[in-house]
């Protein structure tokens, strides 16, 4: 790789070919600054009119061409021309930091960041600063506000930033402005073929050079969609407020970050820390509470349609049924046991209303004090399951009591949910009454970081479904263990269709750049009311745990499938759910993965592998493991005759002898995959 030297450039716009008005060819300021090791460059200036735009090569490509930055506001002429670039301030930082739980425990955080302040001309001499931060595997960027009489406030009616991608190639996405939220099968398409799309959006440029658009720390802001303009050029498409802004802030502040990760393979996206590097870090201190775990739980039974979550003769969280299940736990190795339906509301219309939920009192048929404390006396956490139907209004009327009780009941975790049409979430206003929103407007960003930090205070950790999507707070607020925010395996119970074979292959490369998901696998009974049944076979849903990264992770089907399977149950109990290291050791997006996860507790690894509905023969050279170290190779595979579609539960069970000198053939069936767990022996024979 060839170094360069950070330059900062006063020259002109030759050194940036932004395009523009002649004017513009003249005598713009430019800046540029590059990332440690040199591979990326990011440059700024201004055109003839005044607006700032930005560029982005990398080994001296170009992957993003001239774009704007900038805002339109609904209260003050807009932040979009007429500017004037200060002299930029350029640093570096590299530091090494752990985090308390996650897919690795170490993270360096090596950038150069370059400040650009821009200041307009005319008598208002409003200022915006637009900081880069740039890393070796891509960058992130904001806009800070100090503080300035003609600017104490920021309403945003439109981000003007853009992304005008160099390349032609494909992209990977989902809709943006429909009604299911983030639950949506990708599309593969032209990049010039994207409509309104969610971020994160994954591309692969004809040259092969992988790109994923997201941002990070969206901790009080709208979230960003994008919208393409025209061709390959993308806008910011802010998630609407509850006025005619889809932001309101109060200068001084700051955005989140736009991201844009960049790598020669999909692999190593999925191996890089940026987002979470762009987060500031721990602000709880001790989150020893805050504990990875696997867990059972009454929710299958409802997406099967056996038991409801609303009272009556076929009520799935009853005392006897909930005992049933942490006595299981216990005599298998879980930590936790997750109960949907045990409070008071499910009865009636609760979709979209949530009304009359409470998240203190449970139904008659369920003894609350009697099951919690026979989970303290068996070593197993009680997860309670706090749906609101959409309703966060109500939720944060009661979610400080119920806190409080789950912290004297001794439960750390909860899982929340907010089922509604995206549109139909209900905030609480500036007026203390509540209004509809949507579930990744600002409003909705204000109401989860009041539920995470109330939750902290009473230490417990938070699993969101319908949530506002991950940017990288698990950072600052690790009790942000997890979340759903994409098409869980609950579709594969009822869907019409459910998840497609290579739906998995997908997540991978998508929505899993942005954190954890809890995708809850695990299913053995593979019929069920969607017409094609559960699209994998028994070895990939093994593989899941390893491949679909979450630090609370379920086993999620029916008790009796598995102690009617106990031979390949046992991966499940076995694989660890908390990790030192993560190594991606082939993958193209949407095609097929193969990682491979070294245990935070041991010295154990463990390796998933798994494809879309073509059959496949991958490779995996263990070089990850110990060298001159003897490992045994718990192998569960597809079985020569395994298909997704005929013979979904035949599988092999083996084990051998291996060292790190070794390749493993990874033979996958349709819709297949390969898990495995190695275990050290010891040292290897001479």
């Known amino acids: 790789m060839i170094a360069r030297r950070h330059l900062l450039a006063m020259a002109g716009a030759s050194l940036l070919p932004l395009g523009g008005t002649a004017a513009a060819q003249t005598a713009p300021l430019v800046a540029k600054a590059a990332s440690p090791d040199g591979t990326i460059e990011v440059q700024i200036a201004t055109d003839g009119d005044g607006r700032p735009l930005y560029s982005v090569t990398r080994l001296g ?6 774009s704007k930055l900038g805002f339109i506001l609904t209260d003050a002429p807009k932040l979009e021309r007429g500017f004037r670039l200060g002299a930029p301030v350029i640093r570096s930082s590299d530091e090494t930091w752990e985090q308390p739980w996650g897919e690795r425990r170490t993270i360096r955080n090596r950038f150069t960041e370059m400040r650009v302040p821009l200041t307009e001309r005319g008598a208002l001499a409003r200022r915006m600063d ?27 009616g439109v981000e003007l930033t853009e992304f005008t991608l160099a390349e032609p190639g494909e992209a990977w996405w989902i809709p943006a402005w429909e009604w299911n939220r983030e639950e949506y099968l990708y599309n593969r398409t032209a990049i010039d073929a994207v409509g309104a799309a969610q971020t994160p959006m994954t591309v692969r440029a004809a040259s092969g050079l992988h790109v994923s658009i997201h941002e990070a720390a969206c901790e009080d802001y709208a979230g960003m969609n994008l919208s393409r ?62 504990k990875p ?25 009853t005392t006897d049924y909930t005992i049933r299940h942490i006595d299981f736990a216990a005599e298998h190795g879980f930590d936790g046991v997750l109960v949907e339906g045990w409070n008071v509301g499910w009865d009636g219309e609760w979709f979209g209303n949530g009304w009359d939920y409470s998240f203190t009192q449970a139904y008659p048929d369920f003894d609350l004090e009697r099951v919690a404390a026979h989970a303290r006396a068996k070593g197993v956490q009680l997860i309670s399951h706090h749906e609101t139907g959409g309703n966060g209004h109500h939720y944060e009327q009661q979610m400080e009591a119920a806190f409080a009780q789950m912290e004297r009941l001794g439960q750390h975790a909860v899982k929340t949910g907010y089922v509604a049409d995206a549109g139909g979430a209900r905030v609480t206003g500036p007026d203390g009454k509540p209004h509809l929103a949507w579930h990744e407007g600002q409003p909705m960003a204000r109401h989860h970081m009041r539920v995470i930090k109330a939750a902290a205070k009473h230490k417990v950790a938070i699993n969101a479904h319908e949530p506002f999507k991950d940017t990288g707070l698990r950072r600052k607020y690790p009790n942000m263990i997890t979340r759903e925010g994409a098409r869980g395996m609950e579709f594969s119970a009822w869907g019409q269709p459910g998840n497609p074979p290579e739906h998995e292959a997908n997540l991978v490369f998508t929505r899993l750049l942005a954190g954890p998901m809890d995708y809850t696998p695990g299913i053995f009974g593979m019929e069920t009311r969607s017409p094609d049944g ?34 390949p149950f046992r991966f499940i109990k076995d694989v660890p759910v908390d990790w030192a290291e993560t190594r991606v050791l082939n993958g193209e997006i949407g095609d097929y993965v193969t990682i491979a996860r070294k245990d935070r507790n041991s010295d154990v690894w463990a390796l998933g592998s798994l494809t879309d509905e073509n059959p496949r023969v991958l490779t995996a050279p263990l070089t990850f493991l110990d060298a001159g170290r003897r490992y045994r190779a718990e192998i569960y595979r597809d079985a020569p005759d395994a298909h997704w579609k005929t013979n979904r539960e035949a599988i092999v069970i083996e084990s051998r002898e291996v060292t790190s000198a070794d390749v493993l053939p990874l033979r996958l069936a349709p819709g297949g995959g390969q898990a495995i767990r190695f275990v050290p022996l010891g040292r290897a024979r001479r």
């Open 61 to 66: 490509a170009p992957v993003i061409t001239a």
């Open 130 to 156: 637009v900081v880069f931060r740039i890393y070796d595997d891509g960058l992130g960027f904001r806009y800070e506000f100090l503080e300035q009489a003609a600017l104490p406030a920021l309403n945003v």
């Open 229 to 290: 303009a025209e061709g390959r050029r993308f806008r910011a498409a802010l998630t609407p407020g509850l006025s005619a802004a889809a932001v309101e802030l109060t200068v001084p502040c700051v955005t989140p970050w736009r991201t844009l990760q960049i790598t020669d393979t999909a692999g190593e996206l999925v191996e890089s820390s940026l987002i979470l590097n762009l987060n500031e870090p721990n602000v709880l201190g001790d989150v020893s509470w805050v």
């Open 293 to 317: 775990m696997k867990y059972v739980g009454i929710w299958w039974d409802m997406h099967l349609d056996r038991k409801t979550w609303a009272s009556g003769p076929r009520h799935g969280a």
């Open 534 to 567: 559960i699209a994998t076979t028994w070895a990939k849903q093994l593989a899941l745990y390893v491949v679909i990264y979450s630090p609370l992770v379920m086993a999620a089907d029916l008790l009796e499938n598995y102690e009617a399977n106990p031979e």
